[in-house]
């Protein structure tokens, strides 16, 4: 069973650029489909991308697409989410989590945290 940690929240300006990272505890993310989420005050939680762990098959949410890149770095078992040209409205709390692909369908069973990201304007 593998615990998604997050890290590198923080508060920033609009236009800056931020990286998350997500480290898998107690496992690694081998065959796991791994994505990030973020909820802001008062609203749902959304995907904003996502990748299958060895494969690569990056997905973005429309509100992130070009400004977002989801990666896996091998060598530190981590998933990094690099954010450019931050807005105040990517302002929420960003989760990552792992789970498994069934029918072309992610199901994430593992959550992290969060980690808080604040863009201000």
């Known amino acids: 069973q593998v615990q998604p940690v997050e890290s590198g929240g923080k508060l920033v300006q609009a236009g800056e650029s931020l990286t998350l990272s997500c480290a898998a505890s107690?496992?690694?993310?081998?065959?796991?489909?791994v994505g990030w989420f973020r909820q802001a005050a008062g609203k749902e939680r959304e995907l904003v991308a996502g990748?299958?762990?060895?494969?690569?098959?990056?997905y973005y949410s429309d509100s992130v697409k070009g400004r977002f890149t989801i990666s896996g770095d091998n060598a530190k078992k981590i998933v990094n989410l690099q954010m450019n040209s931050l807005k105040p409205e990517d302002t929420a709390i960003y989760y990552c989590?792992?789970?498994?692909?069934?029918?072309?369908?992610?199901?994430?069973?593992?959550w992290g945290q969060g980690t808080q990201v604040t863009v201000s304007s």
């Open positions: 107690g496992g690694t993310f081998d065959n796991y489909e």
């Open positions: 989590a792992a789970g498994t692909l069934s029918e072309g369908r992610a199901y994430y069973d593992y």
């Open positions: 990748m299958t762990w060895g494969v690569g098959n990056p």
